[in-house]
């Protein structure tokens, strides 16, 4: 399968989740994690969205407007 730009359109919120993901899986990530719910836009299609980012992912993909799935 092809990874292909997804691009952010519009961010909803941004939420911590590590202590979730601590709680649930027993230990601690390397880096905090987010949810972030937002509007995304890949070829056309515009659907909003709930995805998990690592701290430096969501800043690489806030830095350049999309990001790849």
Do not use: W
């Not at 905090?32 to 980012?53: A, P, S, T």
């Amino acid at each position: 399968m092809n990874l292909v730009e997804h691009y952010i359109e519009n961010v909803f919120s941004e939420t911590d989740v590590t202590k979730e993901f601590e709680k649930s899986n027993g230990y601690a990530p390397h880096e905090r994690i987010y949810l972030i719910d937002m509007d995304v836009n890949c070829y056309g299609v515009k659907e909003r969205v709930q995805r998990c980012f690592f701290e430096s992912e969501l800043i690489s993909a806030k830095k350049n407007g999309y990001y790849m799935a």
